[in-house]
């Protein structure tokens, strides 16, 4: 088992910055990748961005170039920079692991004002 706690969310303006933190605890060893996934309401949750083992990384075209994914394995954790934060960031962002099957954290709300 896999046990994933996000930090980070809350209520910024436009153009701000926020980051998200995402500690893994429980059984954390041979976890291939991390990402973040976000949910806005009445949406399918989508992908943000993911980084892999390789430290090779995948972003969703909407926030590429805005928004950073990087991983410190010493402390099992993933972070995500959010620069440049548009209104239509705002969402439930839920962190996420693969080892061997998903696990997923509880989430935590990124609201962006205009």
């Known amino acids: 088992q896999v046990q994933l706690v996000e930090s980070g969310g809350g209520l910024v303006r436009a153009g701000g910055s926020l980051r998200l933190s995402c500690a893994a605890s429980g059984s954390p060893f041979s976890i291939n990748a991390m990402g973040w996934y976000r949910q806005a309401p009445g949406k399918q949750r989508e992908l943000v961005a993911i980084i892999h083992n390789s430290d090779s990384t995948n972003y969703a075209a909407s926030v590429k170039g805005r928004f950073t994914i990087s991983r410190d394995n010493a402390k099992n954790t993933v972070y995500l920079q959010m620069n440049s934060l548009k209104p239509e960031d705002t969402a439930v962002y839920y962190c996420?692991?693969?080892?061997?099957?998903?696990?997923w954290g509880q989430g935590t709300q990124v609201t962006v004002s205009s």
């Open positions: 996420t692991a693969d080892r061997g099957g998903w696990y």
